[in-house]
């Protein structure tokens, strides 16, 4: 087997292990970690010969990008305080304890090289926590911090992993400097990625076109995180902050096509991307194992040393830090979502998985320094990362739901219904004043407008049955039973002119192109 059949086993084990893990009801990430695992001790497979410096610019602009589809800037500014203990407080943190344990324990490992092994395991992965977090009914507000700490905690983490990577190839470190690259870094990032969500935002106006959108879409996180390390800023805060920019202005609400296509799009590529990603973290063991040789007892040991100062420092650190954010939340009011009690606090703290920007940083440290000499405990620095991304990847993802069903953690449905209804009822009043404002302009027939005032009450009420009274839901089900009714006919109807369409492919003198057009036709049709 050659590396690009190991691409595309990965690519097809991504597909397959989404509905397998929804039927054995794991997390697919886990699984296809699992999955990785397994291959690594195949004969047959070869080892992964990815050069670290494509690492970073191939996995974790797409990842970065997708995720924030999940989020907004509001969500963002109103849980900003809770997001900078986690992703920022923290981060810094863990680094210093891990780097501190790590040099005491690991024999000739030098403070730089701690300190790169310290950030790379230092931030929980988001795309392992939203994937095995969000599948289990959490609370909005832990899932929403959890994204946050993700997003944001990779900038912070990669920014320090690049400063530690730095100085250890170099063999020196300045404190004035160190600072002073993290602020140009910072200010060199937001401004390429205001710039570039500006200018992508005026090219999707220009191209009009759904397929044109979507493939720009693709290449704006590259471009992104590229320039912005071209410029010496950093490319996770430059692709975070453009995503956010297209989020917040690139919206348009009337174009139905470009969102539902480009949605598809982007989940697709997630996946695929996630499950390569976590596939490389199994598949590594090939090369991971074999530098342990004969110590392999004497690494284990300091990897399990790193794995509970990770844990531990995560715990140690939520509980006063939620403490604290509920006292200043209760003196001033934020608008900010937090965890609520003890047990969503565990299930915060067993939710901090390590995943693919760890795997990423540990792939991309350099092999050799400045001087030329070997990258000081590169081997032992990638053993011990892989071994916290394992630990905290499949031992917290596989027992994480068990997790919240003890603890009894769930999502507050009757919030989530109430804001429904109110979104509903906003949803169906707007629909009626814009429907009194053309009323006002043109002179409808009296039937029409009852017609359409029917359809504005109805979008309220299909979205959310219970903003009508008993009597009326009664008299809205059974309409709606006869108009399901007339949509699945029409479904059947459509179907037979789509396959009569099909069928004229293969007659004599059919021309492809016409009879596409004709089938996007029947297929927005259908879409209505």
């Not at 999707?204 to 290449?219: E, K, N, V, Y």
């Not at 209760?330 to 608008?335: M, S, V």
Request: glycine content about 6%; hydrophobic content about 55%; charged content about 20%.
């Amino acid at each position: 087997m050659d590396q690009l059949a190991l691409l595309f086993l990965l690519l097809l084990g991504a597909v397959v292990t989404v509905p397998l893990g929804e039927r054995l009801r794991l997390p697919a990430p886990v699984l296809m970690t699992v999955a990785g695992i397994v291959l690594a001790f195949m004969p047959f497979v070869p080892n992964v010969e990815v050069p670290p410096d494509f690492i970073l610019p191939l996995l974790l602009p797409p990842l970065l990008y997708a995720a924030v589809q999940r989020t907004s800037w509001r969500q963002f500014t109103a849980n900003i305080r809770p997001i900078l203990l986690l992703a920022v407080a923290l981060v810094f943190v863990t680094m210093a304890a891990v780097a501190a344990v790590a040099h005491a324990v690991v024999p000739g490992l030098p403070i730089a090289a701690a300190f790169a092994l310290g950030a790379l395991v230092a931030p929980p992965d988001p795309v392992a926590a939203t994937a095995v977090a969000g599948s289990l009914g959490l609370p909005r507000r832990l899932i929403s911090i959890l994204e946050g700490e993700g997003l944001f905690n990779d900038v912070t983490a990669i920014v320090l992993y690049h400063v530690a990577i730095a100085a250890a190839v170099s063999g020196t470190f300045s404190w004035p400097d160190a600072v002073w690259d993290l602020v140009l870094s910072a200010v060199v990032a937001v401004a390429v990625g205001v710039a570039l969500g500006w200018l992508t935002n005026k090219l999707m106006g220009m191209l009009g076109d759904a397929t044109l959108q979507i493939g720009l879409s693709l290449m704006v996180p590259f471009i992104s995180y590229v320039l912005a390390e071209e410029l010496r800023g950093s490319g996770v805060l430059a692709v975070l902050t453009t995503a956010l920019f297209l989020a917040e202005y690139a919206a348009d609400p009337d174009d139905v096509m470009g969102r539902l296509a480009g949605t598809t799009f982007w989940q697709i590529v997630d996946m695929l991307v996630t499950g390569v990603a976590f596939g490389l973290i199994g598949l590594e063991l090939h090369n991971v194992f074999g530098t342990a040789d004969a110590r392999g007892m004497q690494i284990l040991g300091w990897s399990a040393a790193i794995i509970g100062v990770v844990v531990v420092v995560r715990l140690l650190w939520l509980l006063p830090a939620t403490w604290l954010a509920k006292r200043l939340h209760k003196l001033r009011d934020y608008d900010e979502e937090i965890p609520v009690g003890w047990r969503e606090t565990l299930v915060m703290w067993w939710s901090g998985m390590r995943g693919v920007v760890s795997v990423a940083l540990a792939l991309a440290i350099p092999l050799k320094t400045d001087s030329g000499a070997p990258f000081p405990g590169r081997d032992e620095i990638i053993f011990i990362a892989f071994a916290v991304i394992l630990a905290t990847l499949v031992l917290q993802g596989l027992t994480l739901p068990w997790l919240v069903r003890r603890l009894g953690v769930q999502a507050d449905t009757d919030a989530e219904g109430e804001l429904e209804r109110n979104l509903a009822i906003r949803a169906s009043k707007a629909a009626k004043r814009r429907l009194r404002e053309i009323e006002a302009m043109e002179d409808l027939p009296e039937d029409i407008s009852e017609r359409l005032l029917r359809a504005a009450y109805d979008l309220g009420a299909r979205i959310s049955p219970d903003i009508v009274d008993d009597e009326r839901r009664e008299w809205f089900a059974k309409r709606v039973d006869r108009l399901r009714t007339m949509q699945r006919i029409q479904r059947e109807m459509l179907s037979a002119a789509r396959h009569e369409v099909l069928s004229a492919r293969n007659e004599p003198g059919a021309d492809p192109e016409v009879v596409d057009r004709v089938l996007r036709h029947l297929d927005v049709r259908s879409l209505r």
